[in-house]
Structures are given as structure tokens and as C-alpha cells.
């Protein structure tokens, strides 16, 4: 059954964490002498939505009781926020560390949720196994066509779909990424020989293209769109389109609808892939924190009104890129060295649900 918006609400309410505009919070039998109910748990997230709802987890956070059970409460699908990267699975001497991704795994099994898959080729990540045989055509490709088997081979059946290459266009949209992959294996083709090796390792999983600021950005949009096209046309295994989501609270309203309707126009799945929205990284004068606060309602309520209203077929997963706000890479020392703390998630650093949640939840269900 799908909880009504007053349930939510009503959970909110009682975590002190009522959503403005969206009705006032009272306690029943205030000022009287009456035991005060005991808070009503806040709905499931994904019990307000005809799609899967993901969150990215770290294996440390899920070894965290409470972080666990808010994870399986609340989404249907894990996405792993870096244990799955070249990073950490492949080893300065080419070996592989398959732990912590298969732990991520088994927990998502066990809580009966989706693995989506992040990532297998990234610009930003390369490896000293992949840099010793740099310029060395036939080996590169052997070692790139290698590692993408293995990785993608190893959760095959299991995970719903891959990130196959993640931000892969440049930041002003003017082409695409010079990068390690490209040098060796040639500027699109890098791209293409991802998507056929990540078939053959795994025929069923959904092959997605991932990139950020599609929405802020409408030139890099509209490369990101040339590219998949392009790849569409050249016969290549890819069926979807990843927006990470990665939004500020000073982004003008209709922008995410516009950028949704816009990727969706190419008539592939879609997925919200890390969706954030930081307080932070609003550079508008003037913007008071409850300001910024209203704002990131607003975002939240629009991201998932824009995908709910996509058809059936299009609405892959939506994705938060990490539970509470604490957790949040950008609260990383690198990112948020010192005070303010960004709040950019749907809970917060106690894991209680924000107004953000409720504005979700609004959204998914068409209110
Ligand atoms: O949130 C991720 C952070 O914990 C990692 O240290 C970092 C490097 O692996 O990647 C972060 O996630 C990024 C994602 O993989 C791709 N899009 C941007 C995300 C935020 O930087």
C-alpha cells in the first residue's frame, strides 16, 4: 500500500523535522496531561515510488547497524559509492581485491535490494597496472578488455546495470576528455569498446553512459546527447543514460525539468544517478540558510516530479549519492574543510529524515 503524504509527513513531524509548507506540525494532547504518542516510523521512501530508489553505500557505513536497517527501509537499490571503482578493485601489480564489492553485493542480496554497478571506466581513475603498458596497443587493449570481464563477469546476473564509462565530456562541453583510455585506445572508441566488452561479460545488465552538471550545463547536455547518439547509431549495447545530480541550491527552478525531458528525448531509460544538493555551493548573494534550505525542497520536489512523469519504460532508478548527510562526500575534509557543514541528503547527521525526504516523496507520488 502507498503510505499517504500525511504518513510522511507525519513521520517528519515527529523526528522535529516538519517540511515547510506542507502542513503544520502539532502534537496531539499538547498541554495536557496525556503520555505523548511514540513517533510514528517515517514511511519508506520507495514505498512512494513505481521505480527503484537507490542510495550509494560504503562498506563501512553498512557495517553500521542503523545505517544498514535506514538503507533497507527506505531504497530498493545500492549503487557502491567507491569499492567498486578501479581504484580500489585493481592493485598496483594488476591483481584484483574483490572484499568490500563482494560484501556490498552480499549485503544487497541478503536485504533483497538491486546492485547497480559504479564504475568501470572513469578519466579520473587509471591504475600503475594500466600506466606500465601505456603505448603498448595490443597489451592495453588485452589488459582494458581484461579487466572490464572480470569486473562486470563477476556480478553478472546480479547487478541490474553498469555505469560502463563515468564523465566522459568535458567540463565546458566543448568535446570529449583527452584521458589515459582515450591515448590508447582512440577518442570515442575508448568509449565503444567498453560498452562491447561489458556485454559480453554480463548480456543482461543495463550499459550506461554517467555524467554531471547535464542539467547546469546546456552545452555539455547537448555533447553528452551527440555522444550517445552517435554510439546509438554505430549499433553499440547502450541502454541508458546516467545524470548524476550533483545540484546547488542556487540552480534556477525548470532547469532539472528541462534537462530531464531533454535527455529523455533520445528514448532510453534514464537514471538519477548521485543525487545531492548542496547549501554550500549556492554562490547567490543575500541566500540566508533557510533561504538555501527552501530551496533545496523545492530541487528535491521538482528532480522527482521531472522523473516521475517520465514513461514507465524511461525511469531506470533515482539515486541519492549517499544517507546522511555527514556521510556525504562533500563533507569531505577536501570538499568542507570547516564549518558550515553542507547538508546535501535526504537525512541527517543523526539519520533522521529531513524535509528533503517528505519533498521526495511529494514528488515520486505526483503531489
Ligand atoms: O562520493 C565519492 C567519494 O566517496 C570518492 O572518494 C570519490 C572518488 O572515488 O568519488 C565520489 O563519487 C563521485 C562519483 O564516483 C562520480 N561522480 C562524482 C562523485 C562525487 O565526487
Redesign the pocket.
Known amino acids: 500500500m502507498t503510505p499517504t503524504r500525511r504518513g510522511l509527513i507525519g513521520g517528519l513531524c515527529a523526528a522535529g523535522l516538519g517540511a515547510a509548507g506542507l502542513g503544520a506540525c502539532g502534537r496531539a494532547g499538547e498541554g495536557q496531561a496525556q503520555a505523548e504518542p511514540a513517533p510514528s516510523p517515517t514511511p519508506p521512501l520507495k514505498s512512494f515510488a513505481r521505480f527503484p530508489v537507490g542510495c550509494?553505500v560504503?562498506l563501512q557505513h553498512l557495517n553500521d547497524p542503523s545505517d544498514a536497517a535506514l538503507v533497507a527501509r527506505h531504497f530498493s537499490q545500492v549503487t557502491a559509492?567507491?569499492e567498486m571503482?578501479m581504484?580500489y578493485i585493481l592493485r598496483d601489480d594488476g591483481g584484483f581485491r574483490f572484499d568490500a564489492p563482494d560484501a556490498i553485493a552480499a549485503f544487497a542480496r541478503a536485504r533483497g535490494l538491486r546492485l547497480f554497478g559504479?564504475?568501470l571506466i572513469?578519466y579520473?581513475?587509471t591504475s600503475p597496472a594500466f600506466a606500465r603498458i601505456d603505448g603498448e596497443a595490443a597489451a592495453f587493449a588485452a589488459a582494458y578488455r581484461n579487466y572490464i570481464l572480470a569486473v562486470a563477469g563477476r556480478y553478472r546476473g546480479q547487478a541490474v546495470g553498469w555505469d560502463v564509462v563515468?564523465?566522459p565530456v568535458l567540463d565546458d562541453g566543448s568535446g570529449l576528455r583527452d584521458c589515459l583510455w582515450s591515448r590508447n585506445l582512440g577518442g570515442a572508441d575508448y568509449i565503444r569498446r567498453a560498452l562491447d566488452h561489458a556485454h559480453e561479460a554480463d548480456p543482461g545488465a543495463v550499459l550506461l553512459i554517467?555524467d554531471?552538471n547535464l542539467e547546469s550545463l546546456p552545452r555539455k547536455r547537448a555533447t553528452f546527447m551527440r555522444l550517445v547518439e552517435g554510439l546509438l547509431k554505430a549499433g553499440a549495447p547502450i541502454g541508458g543514460i546516467g545524470t548524476?545530480t550533483?545540484l546547488a541550491t542556487d540552480l534556477a527552478g525548470g532547469a532539472v525539468t528541462t534537462a530531464t525531458r531533454d535527455l529523455a528525448s533520445l528514448g532510453l531509460p534514464i537514471h538519477v544517478s548521485?543525487l545531492d544538493i548542496s547549501l554550500n555551493r549556492d554562490r547567490s548573494a543575500f541566500a540566508s540558510l533557510a533561504e538555501k534550505r527552501a530551496r533545496q525542497y523545492r530541487l528535491a520536489h521538482e528532480t522527482a516530479a521531472a522523473f516521475a512523469a517520465l514513461p514507465n519504460a524511461q525511469r531506470f532508478a533515482f539515486t541519492l549519492?549517499?544517507l546522511r548527510d555527514t556521510e556525504?562526500?562533500l563533507r569531505?575534509p577536501k570538499e568542507n574543510p570547516s564549518p558550515p557543514w553542507d547538508a546535501p541528503l535526504a537525512f541527517d547527521d543523526a539519520g533522521r529524515a529531513k524535509p528533503m525526504l517528505a519533498a521526495l516523496a511529494a514528488g515520486f507520488s505526483g503531489r
Request: glycine share 4%; no cysteine.
Open positions: 550509494a560504503s559509492e567507491w571503482k581504484e559504479h564504475n572513469w579520473a581513475q563515468n564523465e554517467n554531471y548524476q550533483h548521485e549519492w549517499g556525504s562526500w569531505s
